[in-house]
Structure formats: structure tokens, C-alpha cells
Antibody, heavy 128, light 110 residues
Framework: QLQLQESGPRLVKPSETLSLTCTVSGGSISNSGYYWAWIRQPPGKGLEWIGNIYYSGTTYYNPSLKSRVTISVDTSKNQFSLKLTSVTAADTAVYYC????????????????????WGQGTMVTVSS | QSALTQPPSASGSPGQSVTISCSGTSGDLGGYNYVSWYQQHPGKAPKLMIYEVIKRPSGVPDRFSGSKSGNTASLTVSGLQAEDEADYYCSSYAGSNNVLFGGGTKLTVL
């Protein structure tokens, strides 16, 4: 059974870079049927999609975070990673990695869709 | 782009039905049939309950159903049970390889 597990520092200083890794076990990250995504949830607030990556390296990012986000993949380690630069207290959140499905519309264009498997999440606090 | 709009709270008694709405625009929710719903219990990761507007993943009770009309999607929980008390989030493809979530609805079983 496929599982996802986030790892990385739980405390990051303001203006520094938040770095997290998601390790996929029980299956291959190179499965062509999925994207691999990062989603976050500030304390007491809703979910926010950060972005995703395909095993080939294609990435899509939330426009509101695009200037600060980089998602990368290491297929040899079955991992994908998130880097978020210039963090502030507003970036304090539980960060989840997830498997994201995609679909083809009637014109054959790929559309990213739902998140069918999630990691347990990791709380990252931005504070000096 | 703004988040999808959900009511902050909803409630119902055991056995009753409750419907949670999720509103967007023609550029996101209204323009695509890639709406999904997630259930989140306190301290837990979200769980996929509905995808592609109306489809249920294996293992999700048929008490959960989804629908969409225009720019508004809905999640209906029939035969409410105590374990249905949780936060519920909608999500939709929003064009240009972007995804939006709703702000979440806290469902209380009275």
C-alpha cells in the first residue's frame, strides 16, 4: 500500500528557506498516472495548494506562491521536495504531501485534479 | 484567484441529511467537472470523499454524494452519523494548471 511521509526541519527562521521532503513508499514515484503535490494548512485555517511535480520534472505552482516555490523530484530515492524561500510567520502551517490525479478533457488536454492519497503532515513554524 | 466559498458551519441531527455548498466562478468550479471534497478530522490529514463532482472512492459510504449546478457544487451527507462530524473542504481545477480549495465547513452532528 502506497504511503507518503513528510520530513524536514520543524522550525525555520524568518527570511530563510523552508525545505521539506516527501518519501513515497510502497510504490513508484515514476508512475505515469500521477502528479505529486504539496498542500499547506495554517493553524485553524483552510487548505492551500502550493504546487506539484510530475516524475519527468514538469511542475505547476500556485500563482500566489510561484515566485518563492521550487518543487523537485528524485526518482532514484522515490522522493520529491519543496523549497519555499524568504519565509515569514504567514508561512507557518502544517505541510502535507499528496498524490494528485489528472484527467484528459474532451480535447485531450491534461487537467490536474483531486488528491487521493495524503501524508500525515508536518508542522513547520517560522520564528526567530 | 480567490478561494472557493463555503459556509463556515453546518449541522444536523443523527439520521438527518445535510448539504454543504461550495461556490466559485465560471473560470474555476463552473467551468470544469473536476470538483472534489475532503473530510478532515481534528489533527488528521484530509481524506478524499468525492471526486469529479459525483464519484466516490472505494470505501466511502454511499451516504456521501456530490452534485454541481452552474458555479456551485454541493456535498450531501445523508443519514448523519456521529463520525461524520469533521471539517469538509471542496476543491476545483481553476484553469491554467491551478487548483483552488474552499475555506472549509465545520459539520456538527447535534
Amino acid at each position: 500500500q502506497l504511503q507518503l511521509q513528510e520530513s524536514g526541519p520543524r522550525l525555520v527562521k524568518p527570511s530563510e528557506t523552508l525545505s521539506l521532503t516527501c518519501t513515497v513508499s510502497g510504490g513508484s514515484i515514476s508512475n505515469s498516472g500521477y502528479y505529486w503535490a504539496w498542500i499547506r494548512q495554517p493553524p485553524g485555517k483552510g487548505l492551500e495548494w502550493i504546487g506539484n511535480i510530475y516524475y519527468s520534472g514538469t511542475t505547476y505552482y500556485n500563482p500566489s506562491l510561484k515566485s518563492r516555490v521550487t518543487i523537485s523530484v528524485d526518482t532514484s530515492k522515490n522522493q520529491f521536495s519543496l523549497k519555499l524561500t524568504s519565509v515569514t510567520a504567514a508561512d507557518t502551517a502544517v505541510y502535507y504531501c499528496a498524490r494528485q490525479r489528472f484527467y484528459y478533457d474532451s480535447s485531450g488536454m491534461r487537467k490536474i485534479g483531486d488528491f487521493d492519497l495524503w501524508g500525515q503532515g508536518t508542522m513547520v513554524t517560522v520564528s526567530s | 484567484q480567490s478561494a472557493l466559498t463555503q459556509p463556515p458551519s453546518a449541522s444536523g441531527s443523527p439520521g438527518q441529511s445535510v448539504t454543504i455548498s461550495c461556490s466559485g466562478t465560471s473560470g474555476d468550479l463552473g467551468g470544469y467537472n473536476y470538483v472534489s471534497w475532503y473530510q478532515q478530522h481534528p489533527g488528521k490529514a484530509p481524506k478524499l470523499m468525492i471526486y469529479e463532482v459525483i464519484k466516490r472512492p472505494s470505501g466511502v459510504p454511499d451516504r456521501f454524494s456530490g452534485s454541481k449546478s452552474g458555479n456551485t457544487a454541493s456535498l450531501t451527507v445523508s443519514g448523519l452519523q456521529a463520525e461524520d462530524e469533521a471539517d469538509y473542504y471542496c476543491s476545483s481545477y481553476a484553469g491554467s494548471n491551478n487548483v483552488l480549495f474552499g475555506g472549509g465547513t465545520k459539520l456538527t452532528v447535534l
